[in-house]
């Protein structure tokens, strides 16, 4: 007989937390979790779904245009952002009681309210007071967007707010050079808004393969997007119903909104981390062993809390390794390596492994970079400019796949399937060896030979 409430309490019920209590309660074991917000989390109720089905929505509007080329025509086209929104948000509310009722039919307790820590065994449930004891306690509670301390900043909206905007405006400035800035610019000019994106650095999305990061700045622009590099926001002023923007060369950008997409922080402050010794680094992400184990000996973390890479897949494998960890036979260390992702702007990319920048800090010379860039078929007869880009690097001795990025229409499917590929440790003799699925974007893929 246990002396806790429960074996496991798990603070936040987003992708990881959800994952993780419910294994849990599968496994027989006695579990609560709680959540200050609707289960879901990030991913679901303020993220990757109700982003994507943005993003669904403002392809139609280009996708109307192409279609004129393929004999379709039609007047009086409206858009309605009341409908698409509520529409999402009624999704988000089925998932939500989904990811609720999962975890109660497997048994595990659901609490709606915030929990933070009283000692390393308790927690309080901060409306109810309630205390609740537990012999292992996972966090899972995400990260929140953040925004620069700049004069006027409350005047701006974040990520969060964009999803259930009242009025779609006319015009926007979005502020920051990453995911969400460019897939929200993406979302808001294919709606129909007038979009200016405005980030610090020379070319968008660092970290990126420095081609895709060229090619992404020329497809924004190609849809309208007003992009600006190089400048940061110093101030927000009001000028009646628009917004001024300030920025340090000079610029003032004047929009109907201000949109901050200048990163994410974890959510850790007030949980009472500093009561049961778990250290956080300087922006405060909870630092962990390669187990999820934080720095107190029953506390574990798992997802965008701990910063390591911040996707819904990884959160919920971290969440698994940690349940075999601490209720199976062995350790489990969820491996980092070779995670593909996709960033939804139009068109998409898709990116797995090394970027060329990175390969060539590991591997020196002992590197082929493949590329290519070329128009797909569906943009010929549409007339759109477009051009898709792909490249392919292996190492040099074994032919060995390491990385590859694309940027083209269905890219977030394609890689998926070479992230299996590149997992797999395949070569380019392996993909030569394929025979092309024709005609497809794809198929450029296993008949590549153009090396730089
Ligand atoms: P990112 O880190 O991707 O982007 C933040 C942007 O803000 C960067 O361009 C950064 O510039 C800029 N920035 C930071 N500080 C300032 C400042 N003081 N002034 C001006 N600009 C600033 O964060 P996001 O919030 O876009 O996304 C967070 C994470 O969420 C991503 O890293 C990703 O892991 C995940 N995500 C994944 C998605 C997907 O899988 N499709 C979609 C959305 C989010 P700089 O580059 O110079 O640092």
Redesign the pocket.
Known sequence: MSKFDYDLFVIGAGSGGVRAARLAAQMGKKVAIAEESKPGGTCVVR??VP?KYLVYGAEYGSSIESSRKYGWSYENLDFNWKKLRDSIQKEVDRLSNIYSNILKKNGAVVYNERAEFIDKNTVILTSSKKKISADTILIAVG?R??S?DISGVEHAII?DDAFVLEKLPSSILI?????????FASIFSGLGVKTTQA???KH????FDEDIRLHVGIHQKANGIDVRFNI??IKINVDGNSYDTHFDDGTIITADLVFM????RPYTSKLGLERVGVQTDTIGSIIVDEFSKTTAENIYAVG?VTNR????PVAIREAQAFIETIYGSKPVEYDHRNIA????TRPPIGVVGLNELQAREIYGDNIMVYETTFRPMKNILSGKEDKCFIKLITESAKGKIIGVHIIGDDSPEIIQILGICVKAGLTKADFDNTCAVHPTLAEEIVTLRQRV
């Not at 997409?261 to 994410?264: D, E």
């Open positions: 993220g990757c982003k990260g967007p953040w620069p990520s502020i920051g050079g990453g995911y969400i800035a460019s897939e980030y610090r650095g968008l999305l660092n970290g940061s926001p997409a200048t990163g994410r965008d890479i911040n996707l819904t992702s996709a960033v939804f």
